[in-house]
Nanobody, 126 residues
């Protein structure tokens, strides 16, 4: 049974940092592309970052480039999203998602992943 569980969200002041984790189980993480998405109230879900399966190629939305870093630890079956220089516009529920269906060097920022988690709330406020 495929499971993805996000954690690490919380309340942070503008300019602060948070590190989100996506703990996976039920599949071999090294063969799956992983995406991070977020959805703010009243807005559509948007792709934030993704990492391909074996090659570890990464991609970022323009809004987070230079501030967010995605990484994976296949031995721990966990994918991370390090977020820094946070602004109130980053406030959202953050989700991770997994898909086995693409090549080893590609991932998508579109919401087309086969499996997803329940999300973790990130609030950036003073």
């Amino acid at each position: 049974q495929v499971q993805l569980v996000e954690s690490g969200g919380g309340l942070v002041q503008p300019g602060g940092s948070l590190k989100l984790s996506c703990a996976t189980s039920g599949f071999s993480l090294g063969y799956y592309a992983i995406g991070w998405f977020r959805q703010a109230p009243g807005k559509e879900r948007e792709g934030v970052s993704c990492i391909s399966s074996r090659d570890g190629m990464t991609n970022y939305a323009d809004s987070v480039k230079g501030r967010f870093t995605i990484s994976r630890d296949n031995a721990k079956s966990t994918v991370y999203l390090q977020m820094s220089s946070l602004t109130p516009e980053d406030t959202a529920v953050y989700y991770c998602a997994a898909d086995p269906g693409w090549g080893s060097s590609w991932c998508s920022l579109r919401d087309v992943y086969e499996y997803g988690g329940q999300g973790t709330q990130v609030t950036v406020s003073s």
